[in-house]
């Protein structure tokens, strides 16, 4: 049994902030603080954070929150990483950076992912579990044999953020199975760097971390110790993958159970017991802990058509504008959208995939296309689920979080597409949440995550059922939305 007066501090390294979560020993979230993880975007496709940047909003909010457990008269008992996945950098002999953290939005490497897909890229997506993309660190990889010879030589080892910061924290820099499984370059099967995946990368396995279990631990050094107001050899839990917390994070790690996010962009995922993708390599396949694996895939297109479509209609507020599309009926009278305004991930995995609208007449106005794109956004995650259980695992309950849920419009498309009805569940501790919940785990005080008690997850606090007619009209269009993609593939070639 936990001792009440202890917290366990779940640190979240996302795309836009920095979050640690403190999580008592009844696990629950007593309180959260947040700093801001600025992402520099540039020309020719760059998105990329500032090691050091991120490093000192960590530890800044990492002080905070020590101090708050204090101020509640709770003892820290632990670490533990959430972080984003795809990031990648490069560290010298010394550890020190040469390059920024290349984040999952950079798509510098576009051009090199089309190359390796056509080069075998299936046999690499069922090898890893994860698509060739441009979000990948193997294609990253390999886009820096080609385009940096020098920086690649000067090299001493690759590894995403994540890695260096534990490592800075603990002097160890390792790999957790989970960010691993989202490179493309870890054999699913063997939990080992694969060596095909190497070859394509260009890069040796001496170049990149040791690989180690989620729950792995190491003590927090006396220097960082003393930064953050910590104990020297406090354990530091190597963490996971935030999209696998995610899930850990909102209870949707048993059978059948998916999660849902929606925000600007969108995915869907589901917990099992081993790894697998689908015959037609349409979802990602990644490491959680305890031998649990999440299926899924994530849309890049979700809140924002919204928000594109109220800045293209003369800037009218997008709260106005959903409330018209509202008043449209399902199916948007004939017109369908292809809402791939920034590409798409799942479950095309095509950066070049172009939005459209098709079949406009007359008489559609703003609200059908704004209905019809988030009808498109609802298609997209249909075709998601239904490509997560073509790999036998069955989606049966849905529990949703994300801001975009909160229109009434966005959470019954939704309920429509899928075909079931959608728990909208409070997230605001979010993948930190389901970080200290694995440290918790990892500091033993459960044999296993599904082993932790049914109360630690709130229940959905609304259920959005799906509308029979809404849901038969998009099931009906679904088939056209797929051959319209194609179509348009073909001619944008």
């Keep these: 049994m936990n001792d009440a007066g202890e917290a366990m501090l779940g640190i979240d390294l996302g795309t836009t902030a920095t979050k ?108 890893t579990g994860t698509p060739v993309h441009p979000m990948a660190p193997l294609t990253k990889l390999a886009w820096f044999a080609a385009h940096e010879p020098d920086l690649c030589g000067r090299a001493a080892v690759w590894c995403g953020m994540k890695d260096y910061v534990l490592s800075r924290f603990t002097g160890r820099l390792v790999t957790d199975h989970s960010c691993a499984s989202a490179t493309g370059l870890m054999n699913l099967r063997t939990t080992d760097w694969h060596g095909s995946a190497l070859e394509a990368a260009g890069v040796s396995r001496e170049r990149l971390p040791d690989l180690v279990p989620p729950t ?40 059948g159970t998916a999660a849902l996010s929606l925000g600007t962009s969108g995915a869907l995922r589901v917990v099992r017991d081993r790894p697998d993708v689908d015959d037609r390599c349409r979802v990602f396949c990644y490491h959680l802990a305890d031998g649990l694996w999440v299926l899924g895939g994530a849309v890049s297109n979700a ?37 791939h305004l920034l590409g ?22 703003r609200a059908h296309m704004t209905r019809a794109m988030i009808e498109g956004v609802g298609q997209q995650l249909a075709l998601v689920r239904d490509s997560v259980v073509a790999t036998g695992a069955p989606v049966g309950s849905v529990r949703a979080t994300g801001g975009a849920l909160r229109s009434s419009l966005w959470a019954e498309i939704v309920a429509a597409a899928l075909d079931m009805p959608v ?54 269009a679904r088939p056209r939305a797929e051959r319209l993609y194609s179509a348009l593939r073909e001619l944008s070639a």
């Design 20 to 127: 640690v979560v403190a999580v008592d020993a009844a696990y629950r979230p007593v309180s959260t603080v947040e700093r801001p993880a600025p992402l520099r975007t540039g020309r020719h496709g760059e998105a990329v954070h500032d090691p050091a940047t991120v490093l000192a909003a960590v530890a800044d909010a990492v002080r905070e929150s020590a101090a708050h457990c204090a101020h509640l008269g709770l003892t820290v008992r632990g670490l533990s990483f959430s972080a984003a996945l795809h990031t990648l950098l490069a560290l010298d002999s010394r550890g020190e950076p040469l390059t920024p953290a290349l984040s999952w939005a950079d798509t510098r490497a576009a051009a090199t992912a089309r190359r390796l897909r056509a080069e075998g890229g299936d046999a690499l997506h069922r090898a």
């Design 216 to 255: 792995a631990a190491f003590p927090l050094l006396p220097g960082p110790a003393a930064a953050l107001g910590l104990p020297a050899g406090l354990p530091v839990v190597a963490g996971a993958g935030d999209g696998p917390l995610a899930n850990l994070a909102v209870g949707a790690i048993t059978p």
């Design 303 to 339: 809140g924002v058509v919204a928000q594109w479509a109220a800045e293209s209609f003369g800037g009218v507020d997008v709260a106005d504008l959903l409330k018209e599309a509202a008043e449209v009926e399902p199916g948007s009278e004939g017109l369908t959208a292809l809402p």
């Design 344 to 365: 798409e991930r799942a479950p095309w995995w095509d950066p070049d995939a172009r939005g459209a609208l098709v079949g406009l007449r007359r008489g559609h106005g």
């Design 423 to 476: 728990g909208i569940t409070d997230d605001t501790a979010g993948s930190g949440f389901g970080a200290a919940l694995l440290g918790w785990r990892a500091l033993g005080t459960v044999p296993g995550l599904s082993a932790l008690p049914a109360d630690v997850w709130s229940r959905p606090h609304r259920t959005v059922p799906p509308d029979p007619v809404a849901a038969r009209r998009m099931a009906d």
